[in-house]
Structures are given as C-alpha cells and as structure tokens.
Nanobody, 115 residues
Framework: QVQLVESGGGLLQAGGSLRLSCAAP????????MGWHRQLPGKERELLAM???????HYADSVTGRFTISRGNAKNTVNLEMNSLRPEDTAVYYC?????????WGQGTQVTVSS
C-alpha cells in the first residue's frame, strides 16, 4: 500500500487560484505516473491531469489552459496549479499514483469555489 498525502484544498472565490500538492513516500520506486482527479457531487471521478515518468503531462479538455501539473521539489511529489477557478470546479480532488501499473489514491481534499 502506498500512502499519499494531499494538501492545498480550501474555499475561494471565482477567478482565484489554488495549488494542490501530493506526496508519495520518497523511498518508493516504480512510479509510472502521478496525477489528479476530481469528483463532483453525484458524478463519477474524472481525470484532470497526469504526469508520467518521462515528464509528459496530459490534461482533460475541461482544464487545459487553466490547470498545470508539475513535479514538486521533493522526490515523488506533484503539484496542481489551478487558475481562473469557477464554481463548477467545486469538487473533491484526489491524488492518484500509478505504481507498477497499480492505482493508489489519496483521501481527497475539498475545493469549493464561490461565485
């Protein structure tokens, strides 16, 4: 089991920015990709952004140009910079790590954007 630590959620007004961070244990190896998903109330969890081991970033159409995924300074960390946030971005955001092709999930962090 891989324990993921998420941080950075919160409440903010529309148009604002927020950064989410996720850390996997620095000692582990074999990470294929790290990324972020979100789940809106009553909806299925959706992929937002993923960073593969070769540093290729993939984004959902809904966040392209607004969200940026990047590696953190510490090993096995990833950040999601979210700009121009909208009320419809309100959701629980989950960190996702794929290690040896197995998915691991963080506990989720709430992001609430008020109009």
């Amino acid at each position: 089991q891989v324990q993921l630590v998420e941080s950075g959620g919160g409440l903010l007004q529309a148009g604002g920015s927020l950064r989410l961070s996720c850390a996997a244990p620095a000692t582990i190896t074999g990470i294929n990709a790290m990324g972020w998903h979100r789940q809106l109330p009553g909806k299925e969890r959706e992929l937002l952004a993923m960073l593969t081991s070769d540093d290729t970033a993939h984004y959902a159409d809904s966040v392209t140009g607004r969200f940026t995924i990047s590696r953190g300074n510490a090993k096995n960390t990833v950040n999601l910079e979210m700009n121009s946030l909208r009320p419809e971005d309100t959701a629980v955001y989950y960190c996702n790590v794929i290690r040896y092709l197995i998915n691991y999930w963080g506990q989720g962090t709430q992001v609430t954007v008020s109009s």
